[in-house]
C-alpha cells in the first residue's frame, strides 16, 4: 500500500481545522482521497485509494490499544 504523509501547520479546508482548535484542542488526523470535480454529481475516485483509506482506517483502529489515550498532556 502506497501512503504520501505530508505535515501541514495551514488551514487544510476540511473540518479538522475547527475540531483540532476547539477548547484546548482535540487531537485530530487527517487522511485524504484524491477524487476530481469534489462536491459535485460528477465527484470521482479511483476504487483501490478508496480502499486503501478504508486498510489504512481498519489498521489504525485495530492498532489501538486499552491504554492509548487521546488527550493533550500539559
Excluded at 482535540?26 to 485509494?49: Q, W
Excluded at 486498510?55 to 492509548?68: H, K, Q, R, T
Aim: net charge negative; aromatic share 6%.
Amino acid at each position: 500500500m502506497e501512503i504520501q504523509h505530508e505535515s501541514s501547520s495551514r488551514y487544510s479546508g476540511t473540518d479538522t481545522d475547527s475540531i483540532f482548535t476547539v477548547g484546548n484542542g482535540i487531537p485530530s488526523g487527517l487522511i485524504s482521497l484524491p477524487l476530481r470535480y469534489m462536491h459535485s454529481v460528477v465527484e470521482m475516485a479511483n476504487l483501490k485509494d478508496v480502499q486503501q483509506v478504508i486498510d489504512v482506517l481498519v489498521a489504525f483502529v485495530e492498532s489501538v490499544g486499552p491504554d492509548d489515550e487521546f488527550k493533550i498532556k500539559i
